[in-house]
């Protein structure tokens, strides 16, 4: 429901902040990594992740979309609520529990209060097929490549390209060039065919 937030820090805490946004001051719960790449007083744009529960409506703030999908995927893991996804949050940087969910390496992922070896195991069996996806995340460029993607796809079609074997080309080509243009992703795209 509320996916992000722009506005002025109002409240810094190693635990909470609270940003002002428009007048409506919002608590969000947040890591240490996040406190301590917040500035201060200053505006900011922060990552959410609203968490509903039968008694309490809890927003949990992210300095990056990369953090908040590793929070997302710790908890959608059995065991491991909200509290303990933000405690692993603070004792590890994202790429480290990335890094480590890839490489099962159970006794770090266990050294986070709160995980015993069970839930540790559980953590890489469930999550270690999709933590290999977020490798990729990164949040600068990929909204401009989807669109550029997007709209390569869209003119190949018009061209009379199956949609299938037009986006297996295009991904080749990114994976190759990723700073495409869309007429140079098209221009690609014909002599691959």
Same mark, same amino acid.
């Given at each position: 429901m509320i996916t992000q937030l722009r506005g002025k820090l109002i409240e810094k805490n190693p635990t909470y902040v609270v940003v002002d946004c428009s007048g409506v001051g919002y608590l969000l719960h947040i890591s240490l990594n996040t406190f301590s790449a917040l500035p201060s007083d200053e505006l900011i744009t922060?990552?959410?992740h609203l968490s509903i529960k039968d008694d309490a409506h809890t927003l949990f703030g992210f300095i990056s979309r990369l953090e908040r999908e590793i929070f997302r995927l710790l908890i959608s893991v059995s065991g491991?609520?909200?509290s303990i996804a933000r405690t692993m949050l603070s004792s590890m940087s994202s790429e480290e529990i990335q890094q480590a969910i890839a490489t099962s390496n159970v006794a770090l992922?266990? $050294? !986070? +209060?709160?995980?015993g070896a069970k839930t540790a195991q559980r953590l890489i069996l469930?999550?270690?097929?999709?933590?290999l996806k977020t490798f990729n995340l990164d949040e600068n460029e990929l909204p401009l490549h989807n669109t550029n993607k997007e709209e390569a796809l869209s003119a190949l079609e018009v061209l009379g390209f199956a949609r299938k074997i $037009? !986006? +297996?080309v295009l991904d080749r080509?990114?994976?190759?060039e990723n700073l495409l243009s869309v007429e140079e992703l098209i221009k690609?795209?014909?002599k691959s065919f």
């Open positions: 922060i990552y959410t491991v609520g909200p992922i266990q $050294s !986070v +209060k709160g995980i469930d999550l270690k097929d999709k933590v $037009s !986006v +297996k080509i990114l994976k190759q690609k795209a014909l």
